[in-house]
């Protein structure tokens, strides 16, 4: 491991996306890139040669983890030959080690041609793969309600000992508990008849609920990513899946479970966005 740098003076002397090298270009997410620490993760990049002459060179990655004030480099791979013709643009990706991270850890991926020359970078948000117990001290003591016909939920609640009631054997109609999930499903063949109406019931029991719903059909009305629906003190908030794609690798998909169970729990009316200037 290499010694710290300040991150502003790496900035200054890397350039990023430089004149000197205008014939390549490497374009950016608009926002960072989520992945769980502790292994390989494949991050995927996007290279645009705006010139009329071809590229062809040597890539490798340098990969960086960063504070407010300071960067350290973990690292430097050999990546590929990368040949994109004039006016092309091209999706890659590259597998890379990231570091187990016990919160949210800022990192980028530098890209750099034959000489040093940088490319630029791709920034990357780090997590822990602990992220779901959270879940557990929503539920003040008693199992969450769990109907997960993909088997998406209940192995990562079994690895992180989060006590839960398998509502998919145990019944809807006979759960008691503070919090329940319903779904992820693969398709509406799924769900079962009558689910809408035992959902229902149970949330008037005083359960909050959080309604993964399955893929829409083509004909199917236009929704809401996620709107809640109260009943009594608690909500059942329904959810679309493109919300909580690929439970067990996706950090982001985890973060908006957690968020979608606290809103469920807790939920606040809609208000108008805030549009003044902050400071």
Not at 59 to 68: D, E
Request: net charge positive; hydrophobic share 40%; glycine share 6%.
């Amino acid at each position: 491991m290499k010694s710290f740098k300040p991150l502003t003076l790496l900035l200054a002397a890397g350039c990023w996306t430089s004149a000197a090298l205008a014939q390549m270009q490497l374009v950016t997410n608009a926002e960072p890139q989520r992945v769980f620490g502790g292994g390989t993760k494949m991050i995927s990049v996007m290279f645009h040669n705006p010139g009329d002459k071809g590229f062809a060179d040597e890539v490798r990655t340098r990969l960086w983890q960063t504070t407010s004030a300071t960067a350290i480099q973990l690292g430097e791979t050999p990546w590929k030959k990368l040949q994109i013709l004039p006016q092309q643009t091209v999706v890659e990706s590259v597998q890379l080690d990231f570091p187990a991270v016990k919160a949210e850890t800022r990192f980028f991926v530098q890209w750099l041609e034959n000489t040093n020359h940088i490319l630029g970078k791709t920034e990357v948000l780090v997590y822990p793969t602990n992220l779901l117990a959270e879940l557990k001290p929503l539920t003040d003591g008693e199992p969450l309600g769990v109907f997960d016909p993909r088997n998406q939920l209940k192995p990562l609640l079994k690895i992180l000992k989060v006590e839960f009631s398998d509502l998919e054997i145990s019944g809807l109609e006979n759960f008691s508990g503070k919090l329940a999930v319903i779904g992820p499903f693969q398709s509406k063949a799924q769900v079962r008849e009558g689910l809408a109406n035992q959902v229902q019931a149970l949330a008037k029991k005083g359960t909050a609920v959080v309604w993964l719903q399955p893929p829409p059909g083509k004909r199917d009305k236009l929704s809401p990513l996620f709107y809640s629906v109260m009943q009594n003190t608690n909500a059942v908030v329904i959810v679309q899946p493109e919300l909580v794609v690929d439970l067990p690798g996706n950090p982001q998909s985890q973060l908006n479970l957690i968020y979608f169970c606290k809103l469920a729990l807790n939920s606040q009316p809609l208000t108008l966005p805030d549009l003044s200037p902050q400071p």
